[in-house]
T-cell receptor, first 115, second 114 residues
Framework: AQSVTQPDIHITVSEGASLELRCNYS??????LFWYVQSPGQGLQLLLK??????LVQGIKGFEAEFKRSQSSFNLRKPSVHWSDAAEYFC?????????????FGKGTKLSVIP | GAGVSQTPSNKVTEKGKYVELRCDPI?????LYWYRQSLGQGPEFLIY????????DSGLPNDRFFAVRPEGSVSTLKIQRTERGDSAVYLC????????????FGEGSRLTVL
């Protein structure tokens, strides 16, 4: 069965510092990959996705992620964190070519930002 | 509304009671998903509708859980004989027919079973 591992439960960074959130997946073939953000009082929002092609993908709010097949990883990065980025971040996968999006999510990483 | 709407936002019930949670997807979205998010966990897939039919209900944990979408729009998740372990946030998401891979989530219904 496919699985998603987010090794960091909670990360704290200073505002303006860079950020990297880790995600590893276990699956027979390269799945479709996603990062979602969950802010307090709001629904999950898609930050970015990877289906194929360029392994560095750009998303909303200045986020990017890099797919590394050799490491089965899809880490999320941001060069300079803003206080409004404090939220919980979820990596998710779905089998490539799937006709629907029954996502398998990781347990999430909670991001705290120090002013 | 513009987004996915879920009601109630909070529901407290007693063990053994019956509960209904409602989801109103984005207008025109044919696909609808239910997920369950327990404390400290990521969302877990429950059931997927394409139109009126349940295309995949493999995530429903047992036969106490049932969901319907009779007219292909609003969906109701029904839980019979609730147990304390059913306490979680129930999330609904929708997506358009021509899916780009983005699910649009509601804020969820928090269910607490005492």
């Amino acid at each position: 069965a496919q699985s998603v591992t987010q090794p960091d439960i909670h990360i704290t960074v200073s505002e303006g510092a860079s950020l990297e959130l880790r995600c590893n997946y276990s699956y027979g073939a390269t799945p479709y990959l996603f990062w979602y953000v969950q802010s307090p009082g709001q629904g999950l929002q898609l930050l970015l996705k990877y289906f194929s092609g360029d392994t560095l993908v750009q998303g909303i709010k200045g986020f990017e992620a890099e797919f590394k097949r050799s490491q089965s990883s899809f880490n999320l990065r941001k060069p300079s964190v803003h206080w409004s980025d404090a939220a919980e971040y979820f990596c998710a996968v779905v089998p490539s070519g799937a006709g629907s999006y029954q996502l398998t999510f990781g347990k999430g990483t909670k991001l705290s930002v120090i002013p | 509304g513009a987004g996915v709407s879920q009601t109630p936002s909070n529901k407290v019930t007693e063990k053994g009671k019956y509960v209904e949670l409602r989801c109103d997807p984005i207008s025109g979205h044919t696909a609808l998903y239910w997920y369950r998010q327990s404390l400290g966990q990521g969302p877990e897939f429950l059931i997927y509708f394409q139109g009126t039919g349940a295309a995949d209900d493999s995530g429903l944990p047992n036969d106490r859980f049932f969901a319907v979408r009779p007219e292909g729009s609003v969906s109701t998740l029904k839980i019979q004989r609730t147990e304390r372990g059913d306490s979680a946030v129930y999330l609904c998401a929708s997506s358009p027919t021509k899916n780009t891979g983005e699910l649009f989530f509601g804020e969820g219904s928090r269910l607490t079973v005492l």
